[in-house]
């Protein structure tokens, strides 16, 4: 194996799941690469002040931020994520926010989330697909936890443009967005928009569903 396959073999891994003192490095990375994307996906939601709202997958913590911003005191955000130096940098980051018990903390996967049925009002998840086995598992279980008319949106960088970096040749499953949309409708999910956040034929995807009535 050559050095620039074998960084890129250490980068997939750590965009999965960061690890160490690399994986936090990739946190910033992420929230410098995402934040239009996690931006948009967040306005997607529509919230409220005082609703609850999840992030699967908050990585560099960004979109954590922006939902305790929008959802107030008196609202909720869970935020869920496999990686332990995702977790304790956030733990670090939004200490306040823990104590008061407005942000709650979750090393968990988007295919088992501990948040009760029904209970979350939206839900954000942002370039994290690619790391999914079962998608259709996976989506189901976010139905289960959205709330009559809450909204669940995914972030998605243009399956074309991810195919050409070579980075995704490892460890990543790249998909077609129909599949993507395909997924959602088996797990009940019905698409109320698809949207690109930028501009140009491959700006990244937001497709903004809710629960099948």
């Given at each position: 194996m050559g050095l620039r396959e074998s960084f890129e073999r250490g980068l997939a891994k750590q965009l999965g799941h960061p690890t160490g003192r690399r994986g936090a490095l990739t946190g910033m990375l992420l929230n410098h690469r995402n934040a239009q994307l996690i931006s948009d996906?967040?306005?997607?939601?529509?919230?409220?002040?005082?609703?609850?709202?999840?992030?699967?997958?908050?990585?560099?913590?960004t979109g954590l931020r922006t939902l305790l911003e929008l959802v107030g005191p008196s609202g909720t955000v869970h935020g869920i994520d496999v990686s332990e130096a995702m977790l304790a940098r956030a733990r670090r980051k939004y200490a306040k926010a823990i104590d008061t018990g407005t942000l709650e903390l979750h090393e968990a996967s988007m295919s088992r989330l501990p948040l009760d049925d029904a209970s979350v009002d939206g839900v954000i998840t942002v370039?994290?697909?690619?790391?999914?086995?079962?998608?259709?598992?996976?989506f189901t279980e976010v139905a289960g936890v959205l709330a009559p008319g809450g909204r669940f949106v995914i972030g998605m960088a243009d399956p074309d443009a991810m195919t050409e970096m070579p980075v995704t040749r490892h460890g990543f499953t790249v998909r077609p967005t129909d599949d993507v949309v395909a997924a959602l409708r088996a797990a009940h999910l019905d698409l109320v928009e698809h949207r690109r956040s930028g501009t140009?034929?491959?700006?990244?995807?937001?497709?903004?569903?809710t629960p099948a009535a």
């Open positions: 996906a967040i306005a997607a939601l529509d919230l409220k002040p005082g609703a609850v709202a999840a992030d699967i997958g908050f990585g560099g913590g370039n994290t697909i690619y790391f999914i086995d079962d998608l259709k598992r996976a140009g034929q491959r700006a990244p995807h937001l497709l903004v569903t």
